[in-house]
């Protein structure tokens, strides 16, 4: 006997048509402040979902409260705007339930990282082929204007109007921490190097984490300029690409050197170091993977983007499903009615 | 057996107390299947502490398994027992309270060792001096006894000294006549590639059995006849056991994957641990990272077609309760299991209470109602989560199933029911793209379609926040908010068309009318019945539909001179038939972890009877 589910899946037939971006605007409006940083990464995600080969019956978008959380009402697809911090969980049922599924998560500093952060790390390490997009801005916005998890020491906000007092979680760092196995970081102001980034994520097998640093221009304007703006950003981001060495700056003459384990800054002007002595991104390296999340908030460091880590690991469903088939070969598919009766029973007269 | 006497008993109560890691539970169980397979009715109630393994020998260690068994209707594992058997001086020292007076003790003296005595705080030793003179005591040095049967064996003292509660099982069964078959098959099963310790539990029962037939020290032995039971195949089964097959049963009976999102909590994670057996009926188990991701997965699953699952207990649920009004916002089905246990807080996790009915019913922010369904025995749970899984199917709703920690752990013989003619509870996906919108409702259920990820042309969006009537966009206009929350209520009210009228047991009208929900079942049953055979006008109606409740209770309640509610709480479902139907209920109150006697309900009913 087949499940509803079985029947739904082996009746679909995906549409022959090839989607424009358009196909994935819902018919609801955009209610994001004007200027949001929220408005780059939902056009950059409509962009590059065309390019999936996936049926958008087949997308589901799931999140859990605010801003970054409304994301699923505008993306024509299946869409769960669920309770604050929970998008990894409630993801994570559908995933296992609907293997066929492919499943993105939308969060951000607050919902992923305080009062969600026990999901977020689980779902890093169990490793389910869930996409994971944190919209970082720093600030708690639609709850008008706390510090967040990501705030830096010092900010003052309106619940700590003599500066925070905490040190903020570096969200790189802290999944590499939890074994993920796809980690990267892009900007919600370059919109190319976005669209680069989902396209890899949702070609990881296994859970893809993209951090996006994203402008909330209300309650935290700025935020990231210095690594989004063209006066600054060249010499305040290094970007990292696989087999590549480490090269920043407006004139492309400074680069990355590990010193031991200690990245350092070099100058490639002095001819006292050349290319050959930068560093040269591994994205299947783990221990090098940690080196450059932990260049984050160090103000001497570039900023690093890109890819952190692109690694395989065994994923989560298919195991599951793996341990269902091997069930069903060893016992038989399974009956309840010889279930009932199995076992010690007697029969009374 | 030459000289010893027999004498048949109609039921009888034994109770097996050792240290937490004497085995009393495997012991106990094994008693319990021999019991059931010779036709006895019988009703279990393990007791154990909530350490796994308190320091031995002391008060707090002790572990219990009480059974009770006839060939009468056994409702309850007995108020108090007639058989005492302690391992060591804690278990006597602990269980004698509920021994009754002229009650049988067997002690393993080995147990009674002056260290033993401290940790169990007897100044003197019991067994030397008179405080047991009302009681029939039987002292046999179990332990040296077992040590003798393996001597040759060449086993470690450790494996020795755990064989000892098979000598215990042995005497126990040749006592009350029963055959050591069931627990032989199974040493066999279980250890059958451990041959040595196959041996030494095989030797050990065997000795306890002969012990009893050699020795001049018992002159009488007992049988019990088989109860008169319903004719057809029984096994015996626990509540959570049931609960997982009857999940199991609705899903298979619904064309769904099963999908449990569970975090380990006593007493349920027995239901999540029988579950994971079960990989080749498509059951798929998810140890979450914590309660709250528990019913999350479960709402994520049925959002994807599944049918969620999520159990728990008191504690747990409380984590639960925002997720709780997301699945009643998006409207779709989700059962949960509360395995109740002693509260508040992490209160009393191994022992039983029926204090989370509130909570059930009201638990949450916003008016957010959902269904209640509750089971009366170990074994109808399979019936009543099943009924909890067919609701939310139906009406597209999250639905409290409750079971307690006496229930759950408790068994009974159980009428294997025929699969093939169970029901089919299939809700049928929304597949047609033409006229969709994801609130529109059924006419007669007022449940909305599940239109399930994978089907095209349905693609829509759900979520916690309020929903305009009929498309489910996000609407924040006062009016259709109040029409949403009624339409919510309405819906759920509906179901009293779906479940079956309150049905008294006894007359339908008289002077007293005892109004219980979940596992008091056996001990009420018992307690009406025994007025009922003084001749007082008496009778039992037991609900296990609690929201909504039966349309008829209302006339129900008003045929009789007094309504008698007794409950495991301080006055939780008294509190709302008051409420609702403006009857002068009274409550009768137990919270002290234990179910109730059916001596303590019978003098409560006997107060009202005497006026």
New interface residues.
């Given amino acids: 006997?087949?499940?509803?589910?079985e029947d739904?899946?082996s009746k679909?037939q995906p549409?022959q048509q090839k989607y424009t971006a358009k196909d994935f605007q819902?018919d609801?409006d955009v209610r994001w402040c004007p200027g949001c940083g929220d408005y780059s990464i939902l056009a950059q995600t409509q962009r590059v979902m065309p390019d999936l080969g996936i049926?958008?019956?087949?997308?589901?978008f799931?999140s859990g409260?605010g801003c970054s959380s409304r994301f699923?009402?505008y993306?024509?697809?299946?869409?769960?705007?669920?309770?604050?911090g929970?998008a990894p969980?409630?993801?994570?049922?559908?995933?296992?339930?609907?293997p066929?599924?492919s499943v993105w998560v939308v969060t951000g500093d607050g919902d992923g990282f305080s009062i969600g952060g026990?999901?977020i790390i689980?779902l890093m390490r169990r490793n389910l082929d869930i996409n994971v997009l944190l919209f970082n801005n720093q600030i708690y916005g639609l709850t008008k204007g706390q510090y967040s998890p990501t705030s830096e020491t010092g900010k003052v906000t309106k619940s700590t109007p003599y500066g925070s007092i905490d040190y903020p979680f570096n969200p790189a760092s802290l999944c590499l921490g939890a074994s993920a196995t796809f980690v990267a970081r892009t900007l919600d102001r370059d919109p190319k190097h976005m669209q680069a980034i989902l396209k890899r994520a949702a070609d990881h097998k296994g859970t893809s984490f993209v951090e996006i640093y994203q402008n909330c221009n209300v309650f935290n304007d700025g935020a990231f300029f210095q690594f989004t703006e063209k006066e600054t950003k060249e010499d305040s981001v290094v970007f990292i690409e696989h087999g590549k060495p480490l090269v920043f700056g407006k004139e492309k003459d400074k680069g990355i050197r590990l010193n031991g384990f200690t990245p350092e800054v070099v100058s490639l002007k002095d001819g006292k170091f050349s290319v050959n002595d930068l560093l040269v991104h591994d994205e299947k390296d783990t221990t090098l993977s940690f080196i450059l999340a932990d260049m984050t908030y160090k103000p001497h460091l570039p900023r690093p983007v890109g890819i952190f880590l692109a690694i395989d690991r065994p994923v989560y469903e298919e195991e599951?499903v793996r341990?269902?088939q091997?069930?069903?070969q060893?016992?038989?598919?399974?009956d309840?009615?010889k279930?009932?009766?199995s076992?010690?029973?007697?029969?009374?007269? | 057996m030459a000289g010893k006497t027999l004498k048949t008993l109609e039921e009888v109560t034994i109770r097996f107390a050792g240290d937490s890691g004497d085995g009393m539970q495997l012991t106990g169980t094994q008693f319990t299947?021999t019991t059931?397979?010779l036709?006895n009715d019988l009703s279990t109630l393990p007791d154990f502490p909530a350490e796994i393994r308190a320091p031995q020998g002391t008060l707090f260690g002790v572990s219990g398994f009480q059974i009770h068994f006839g060939s009468t209707e056994i409702n309850t594992p007995g108020d108090s027992c007639d058989v005492l058997v302690a391992m060591n001086a804690a278990a006597l020292k602990v269980n004698l309270g509920s021994l009754v007076d002229g009650g049988v003790i067997i002690v393993n003296t080995d147990g009674f060792n002056d260290k033993n005595l401290k940790l169990a705080s007897y100044q003197n030793n019991p067994l030397k001096d008179s405080s047991l003179s009302k009681y029939q005591v039987f002292e046999v040095d179990i332990s040296k006894l077992t040590a003798l049967a393996l001597q040759d064996l060449g086993l470690s003292s450790k494996l020795v000294d755990r064989s000892k509660n098979f000598f215990a099982l042995g005497l126990m069964y040749w006592l009350y006549n029963r055959p050591m078959d069931?627990t032989l098959d199974w040493l066999k099963k279980k250890f059958g590639n451990k041959p040595e310790i196959l041996e030494a539990n095989t030797r050990v029962l065997k000795a306890g059995w002969n012990y009893g037939e050699t020795t001049e020290m018992f002159a009488v032995r007992y049988e019990v006849s088989?109860a008169k039971?319903?004719?057809?195949?029984?096994?015996?089964i626990t509540g959570n056991q049931a609960t997982a097959?009857g999940l199991?049963?609705a899903a298979?009976k619904a064309?769904?994957?099963l999908?449990l999102?569970s975090y380990p909590i006593t007493p349920a994670s027995d239901i999540l641990h029988e579950l994971s057996m079960?990989?080749?009926?498509?059951?798929?188990t998810?140890q979450?990272?914590?309660e709250?991701?528990g019913i999350?997965?479960?709402?994520?699953?049925?959002?994807?077609?599944?049918l969620?699952v999520t159990t728990t207990s008191g504690p747990g649920v409380a984590l639960k309760g925002?997720?709780l009004?997301?699945a009643v916002m998006?409207e779709l089905p989700l059962v949960v299991c509360n395995i109740q246990r002693g509260g508040p807080s992490t209160g009393l996790p191994t022992k039983t209470e029926q204090a989370d009915l509130l909570q059930a019913l009201y638990g949450r922010n916003g008016e957010a109602p959902i269904p209640i369904v509750a089971a009366a025995t170990p074994a109808d749970c399979f019936q009543m989560v099943f009924e909890a899984s067919r609701i939310a199917l139906k009406y597209m709703t999250p639905v409290f199933f409750l079971s307690d920690g006496y229930l759950g752990n408790g068994s009974e013989p159980w009428l294997?029911?025929?699969?093939?003619s169970m029901p089919d509870i299939?809700a049928?996906?929304r597949?047609e793209a033409e006229g969709f919108l994801p609130y529109l409702r059924d006419e007669a259920t007022l449940s909305r379609p599940w239109a399930?990820?994978?089907?095209?042309?349905?693609?829509?969006?759900?979520?916690?926040?309020e929903k305009q009537n009929i498309t489910g966009?996000?609407n924040y206009e006062p009016a259709n908010h109040e029409l949403m929350i009624k339409l919510r209520a309405e819906k759920i009210e509906r179901i009293t068309n779906d479940i079956p009228l309150a049905e008294v047991e006894g007359d339908k009208e008289g002077d007293i009318l005892v109004v219980g929900w979940g596992s008091t079942y056996g001990a009420i049953r018992t307690a009406v019945t025994r007025h009922r055979e003084k001749g007082n006008s008496v009778s039992h109606l037991h609900l296990r539909y609690l929201n909504p409740l039966p349309k008829n209770l209302g006339e129900v309640l008003y045929k009789f001179k007094h309504v008698l509610v007794p409950e495991l709480n301080l006055g939780q479902l008294v509190k709302v038939l008051r409420a609702k139907y403006l009857v002068p209920a009274i409550g009768f109150n137990k919270v002290q972890g234990l179910p109730f006697k059916a001596i303590e309900i019978e003098k409560k009913i006997d107060e009202i009877v005497k006026g």
């Fill in positions: 006997m087949t499940t509803q589910v739904l899946i679909t549409p819902s609801q049926p958008r019956h087949q997308m589901v799931i409260i699923p009402y993306m024509n697809t299946y869409g769960f705007h669920s309770i604050h929970r969980a409630v993801a994570s049922g559908l995933k296992l339930a609907r066929d599924l026990n999901h689980h599951m341990q269902i091997f069930a069903k060893k016992r038989g598919e399974g309840m009615s279930l009932l009766n076992g010690e029973t007697w029969v009374v007269q | 299947n059931a397979i036709g069931s088989p039971l319903t004719p057809g195949k029984y096994r015996n097959w199991m049963a298979k064309k769904l994957d999908f999102g079960y990989k080749q009926f498509g059951v798929k998810f979450a990272e914590d709250i991701a999350t997965s479960a709402i994520g699953a049925s959002f994807g077609g599944a969620g925002e997720a009004g997301l998006v294997i029911p025929d699969y093939n299939s049928k996906f597949t399930v990820p994978g089907t095209p042309g349905l693609e829509h969006r759900i979520g916690g926040l966009n996000v």
